[in-house]
Structure formats: C-alpha cells, structure tokens
C-alpha cells in the first residue's frame, strides 16, 4: 500500500470512528499518536462529542440559503441525520453534500418545502464552482482565444467555449429569485416577486459560472437558455443557433457575454469533423 491509499485509509477510520461504527481497537492501530502526547481516545471521544457540530457547519459552508429556509435548529437535525445516514467518504468535508438533494427528496418531514431539493443542487453547483479549473486567459489585445474566427468561419464549423465548471439548471420552481432575494438590497421587493411566481407555478432556468473567484448565478430566458445548454453540450454554434430558435439575438448576447467575460475561447472544429461520414 502506497503513502497515500495509506493515509486515505487513515482518514476512513478517522470518519469511522467519528460516526461510532469502527472498533476502538481497530482504529488506533490507524491513528498517529506521540509518545508523550495526548491521549488518542480522549481525542476521539471529543471528536464524537462534536461530530454533530462539524456536519452542521459542513452543510451551513455549502448550502446557506437551505440552512435559511430551515431555520438553524431544523437544518442542524437534518445535518445530523444526513451525517448518519451518508457520512463523509474522505477527509476533505467540503466535498461532503452531493446527495443532499437526493436526501431531503426521501425525508417525509420535508415534503411541505417541495423546492428545496432544487435549492440544494443549485447550491452545491455554486459551492463546486469554487474550485473548478481557470478560464484560458485572454490573448495579448485582452479578447478571447479565436474570437476573429465569428468573423471568417461558417458556424458550423466553431463552438464556443464557456468558462469550465459552468452548468445550466431548470426548476419548476423559482429557485433562482429565491436565492438571490436572500441575498438582496430590497429583500421585501424581491421576496414579493418570489411570492408571485410560487403563486403563478412560474420555473426558472439559469446559468451557474465563476466570475474571478466568486461564483455567479445569472437566470435565462428560454431561447437563451437553449442555446447556452447546447454550447455547454459541446454543440456547434450552428446547432446552438437553431436550438435557440429564429427570435433568438446572437449579437447581442456576444456583446453581454464579452463584457461579462463568459465567452471564454471560440474553437475551431477540426475539417475531419465536418466531412459527413461515407
């Protein structure tokens, strides 16, 4: 066993021993001790008296407006069931909470709060954008890599780049005014706007990017959500064209998306991608 299967495996019974399923015995053979030091199973014993705590504080970091929604005291006893019942599988606890969605869908006493899991996969989306990779950087006239090709090639020919980790969601529910009304100037105003839409069945889609350093949730129109979820699938700009359908204004949503620094590198295709098969 290599150094690091070793210490992930160290981290597992750490976890183990946290949730009260490990043996004692069998865990302090994987922990470090310090001849001299202090007492492991005193640390255990302190770790599990907090373990509650830390699943709380986990979740909180991750989903802020699902804690919001909750109320404190209920988002901890999810936090603590959901600890139980999908404990952590490494030791990094900020990549704790993908199921969370798929959790609070099976829990009974969460089914008068029907947008919620919509809720939980928008904010787990924005809590992974955090370390998605960099956008390739600009070329030296501060444009993006192959913009001049809009110019030359046919759109059959080009796709358009993104900056990476970007996901297009859909709810049937408004969750994307939602989160950004816990996060307005006017809370009153915007609350009152998510009220209408709850009371006229109004979904949303958007897109979830990083923006610098900070996440950024920004809701589309249909035609432009089409097309956005084509690029994102990799689809010519052709094809991202006719999803977004004749209403649809490229032009104007190139300007926003170079002022805003979402197109990222426009692609040429290779020529023997476009050669129709024999």
């Known amino acids: 066993m290599d150094a690091h299967a070793k210490e992930a ?3 597992q019974m750490l976890l183990r021993t946290l949730l009260g399923d490990a043996r004692p015995g069998v865990v302090a053979g994987w922990l470090r001790t310090v001849p001299g030091g202090p007492d ?3 640390g255990l014993a302190a770790y599990r008296a907090h373990a509650s705590a830390l699943a709380e504080r986990a979740l909180a970091a991750a989903f802020p407006t699902v804690q919001q929604l909750l109320g404190e005291e ?3 006893l999810m936090a603590r069931d959901f600890w139980r019942r999908q404990p952590p599988e490494g030791g990094d606890l900020a990549c704790w909470g993908e199921g969370l969605a798929g959790f609070i869908v099976q829990a009974p006493t969460l089914a008068d709060e ?3 899991p919509d809720m939980a996969r928008l904010e787990w989306a924005l809590h992974r954008l955090q370390t998605a990779p960099d956008a390739p950087p600009p070329d030296p006239q501060g444009t993006p890599p192959g913009l001049g090709l809009l110019a030359t090639d046919e759109p059959a020919a080009l796709r358009l780049c993104l900056p990476p980790g970007s996901t297009l969601q859909a709810s049937r529910w408004p969750v994307f005014s939602l989160w950004q009304a816990h996060r307005a100037a006017d809370r009153d105003a915007a609350f009152a706007l998510v009220r209408q839409a709850l009371a006229e069945g109004r979904g949303e889609q958007g897109l979830l990017t990083r923006q610098g350093w900070a996440p950024r949730l920004q809701r589309l129109p249909p035609a432009e959500a089409a097309f956005v979820g ?15 359908g004749e209403g649809f204004d490229f032009e104007a949503w190139l300007i926003a998306a170079l002022q805003q620094r979402l197109l990222v590198a426009v692609m040429a295709l290779p020529a023997a991608a476009l050669c129709p098969p024999c």
Do not use: D, E
């Open 114 to 116: 029907p947008y919620l």
């Open 40 to 42: 492991v199973n005193r």
């Open 9 to 11: 495996l160290r981290q």
């Open 74 to 76: 209920s988002f901890a």
């Open 230 to 244: 084509a690029v994102l699938a990799g689809q010519t700009l052709a094809t991202a064209l006719q999803a977004a």
